[in-house]
């Protein structure tokens, strides 16, 4: 949703593929989790320290991050090459060439999420957001606010319906 948000505060072509790569950023995180278990919880303890960001954690531990799983997944998935891209370099949003603003989209919605305390990332305060991101979609940190409260007044909003 934060992707899709963004994506239409700056005009990107397809909203849907800006969701959908919101959507699949970490999905590298779901693979590792059911597929080194043990393993991958030492990297969530590591990472509840709070003195370095997941992706770092991962490649000191496993010596590779769910960014790169989940865009090799990705690729064997046969997904367009943005997507692939964008799971790629969700963190390094500066390596993106096939479509640099859609890369930059789902790192500044990941950075948004991150620090509403949204996802499993653990490490919100640690994830600067990119000023190249933020320079190719012409966006400064009045626009990071408003969307974060726009955000916010959505996720209330869904919550009043799951009263169960």
């Given at each position: 949703m934060a992707a899709r948000l963004i994506a239409r505060k700056v005009r990107f072509s397809n909203l849907d593929v800006a969701y959908t790569a919101g959507l699949l950023h970490d999905i590298g995180k779901v693979i590792?989790?059911?597929?080194?278990?043990?393993?991958?919880?030492?990297v969530v303890e590591r990472v509840s320290v709070?003195?370095?960001?997941?992706?770092?954690?991962?490649?000191?531990?496993?010596?590779?991050d769910h960014a790169i799983v989940?865009?090799?997944?990705?690729?064997k998935w046969h997904l367009p090459e943005q997507l692939v891209e964008a799971i790629a370099?969700?963190?390094?949003?500066?390596q993106a060439q096939t479509?640099?603003?859609?890369?930059?989209i789902v790192h500044i919605a990941d950075a948004v999420c991150m620090a509403m305390?949204?996802?499993?990332?653990?490490?919100?305060?640690?994830?600067?957001?990119?000023?190249?991101?933020?320079?190719?979609?012409?966006?400064?940190e009045m626009v990071i606010e408003k969307s974060i409260s726009e955000l916010t007044d959505v996720f209330c909003d869904q919550q009043v319906f799951n009263l169960g």
């Open positions: 590792l989790n059911r597929s080194m278990k043990d393993t991958y919880h030492e709070g003195d370095m960001p997941f992706n770092q954690v991962e490649l000191e531990i496993l010596g590779f989940g865009s090799r997944v990705a690729s370099w969700h963190h390094d949003p500066r479509n640099p603003q859609l890369t930059a305390g949204i996802g499993i990332g653990v490490d919100g305060m640690l994830y600067a957001i990119s000023d190249g991101a933020m320079e190719l979609l012409g966006l400064d």
